[in-house]
């Protein structure tokens, strides 16, 4: 009981926190960390089959500048990457606070509708979301039925209208892709006090300004937790095009030193990718704690 009475409560959410990710940590040295050192082994050596198994030659920074000088494929791929992370990962965010505004009113059916738009996330993954992406499910039917792009370039300029129906076209794995999203903004809007609503109305305040006031500072830790969850997940998921690309290298080539380079250049991107998200969100988040 002292000792509980010492730390502060900064202290106590850190160590809480801690206790939260140690399942992971321990998961990650048992099964993560031997994989991961070793790809960092491989991405330094020529990997050659022998008659006693794999014989590693080091071979330098050599895979690492083959990335950006002799492959034709993996700029271009990291920038078609880039560009989808960029325009899906702010539509999951608009949609998925959108439905969790939505989800979180006391109406009939809303336990049935959060299961709705959860299910995707345990049905289209992996495999399965890898056959409905060859058959087309991703796609809406009327841009290609009605040939909607033709009519619609007699009113609408092209340089507009191409990026606007590519927008439209992904809401179907936008969709698809919010349902863990939506979850993490009810859990913030579900720990708002009402109080806040309450004393605001009484105050004369709008919707929208109770939204830009209260609801949107208060589930800013959630913002930032789903930005980093849609980047990672924009990045690794089935469809994107540098992880196929590094699987085809891997397990088509066989070539085990160059597709552990690209990895790691991989992961250097994201890295920076998420840095940078970091540091966007940092004085928004000093803000929401009072710290700034």
Same mark, same amino acid.
């Given at each position: 009981?002292?000792?509980?009475?010492?730390?502060?409560?900064?202290?106590?959410?850190?160590?809480?926190?801690?206790?939260?990710?140690?399942?992971?940590?321990?998961?990650?040295?048992?099964?993560?960390?031997?994989?991961?050192?070793?790809?960092?082994?491989?991405?330094?050596?020529?990997?050659?089959?022998?008659?006693?198994?794999?014989?590693?030659?080091?071979?330098?920074?050599?895979?690492?500048?083959?990335?950006?000088?002799?492959?034709?494929?993996?700029?271009?791929?990291?920038?078609?990457?880039?560009?989808?992370?960029?325009?899906?990962?702010?539509?999951?965010?608009? $949609?998925?606070?959108?439905?969790?505004?939505?989800?979180?009113?006391?109406?009939?059916?809303?336990?049935?509708?959060?299961?709705?738009?959860?299910?995707?996330?345990?049905?289209?993954?992996?495999?399965?979301?890898?056959?409905?992406?060859?058959?087309?499910?991703?796609?809406?039917?009327?841009?290609?039925?009605?040939?909607?792009?033709?009519?619609?370039?007699?009113?609408?300029?092209?340089?507009?209208?191409?990026?606007?129906?590519?927008?439209?076209?992904?809401?179907?794995?936008?969709?698809?892709?919010?349902?863990?999203?939506?979850?993490?903004?009810?859990?913030?809007?579900?720990?708002?006090?009402?109080?806040?609503?309450?004393?605001?109305?009484?105050?004369?305040?709008?919707?929208?300004?109770?939204?830009?006031?209260?609801?949107?500072?208060?589930?800013?830790?959630?913002?930032?937790?789903?930005?980093?969850?849609?980047?990672?997940?924009? $990045?690794?998921?089935?469809?994107?095009?540098?992880?196929?690309?590094?699987?085809?290298?891997?397990?088509?080539?066989?070539?085990?030193?160059?597709?552990?380079?690209?990895?790691?250049?991989?992961?250097?991107?994201?890295?920076?990718?998420?840095?940078?998200?970091?540091?966007?969100?940092?004085?928004?988040?000093?803000?929401?704690?009072?710290?700034?």
């Amino acid at each position: 009981m002292n000792l509980k009475m010492k730390l502060s409560m900064r202290v106590r959410h850190m160590l809480e926190g801690y206790i939260f990710i140690l399942p992971w940590i321990v998961g990650f040295l048992l099964f993560m960390a031997i994989p991961l050192g070793r790809s960092f082994y491989y991405a330094f050596h020529r990997l050659e089959p022998s008659e006693h198994g794999l014989v590693a030659t080091f071979v330098g920074f050599t895979y690492f500048r083959q990335a950006f000088t002799t492959d034709v494929d993996f700029l271009p791929l990291l920038q078609k990457t880039m560009t989808a992370m960029v325009t899906q990962v702010p539509l999951i965010l608009v $949609f998925a606070m959108f439905s969790a505004l939505l989800l979180n009113k006391a109406s009939r059916g809303k336990v049935f509708f959060r299961g709705v738009f959860f299910l995707p996330v345990i049905i289209a993954s992996g495999a399965i979301l890898r056959e409905l992406l060859d058959q087309g499910a991703a796609k809406l039917p009327i841009f290609y039925q009605y040939d909607l792009f033709r009519k619609l370039a007699f009113f609408i300029p092209e340089q507009i209208l191409e990026p606007v129906l590519e927008y439209a076209d992904s809401l179907t794995l936008v969709m698809w892709d919010s349902g863990v999203q939506i979850l993490i903004f009810l859990a913030g809007l579900q720990t708002i006090s009402p109080i806040l609503y309450e004393a605001a109305k009484c105050d004369g305040a709008t919707k929208w300004e109770v939204f830009w006031k209260i609801t949107f500072p208060m589930i800013m830790p959630m913002i930032l937790v789903n930005t980093l969850f849609s980047i990672v997940n924009s $990045f690794t998921k089935t469809d994107n095009h540098v992880m196929n690309h590094l699987m085809n290298i891997v397990f088509r080539n066989n070539d085990y030193g160059y597709g552990s380079a690209i990895g790691w250049l991989y992961f250097l991107f994201i890295f920076i990718v998420l840095g940078i998200i970091f540091f966007i969100f940092r004085k928004s988040m000093a803000t929401a704690e009072g710290r700034a």
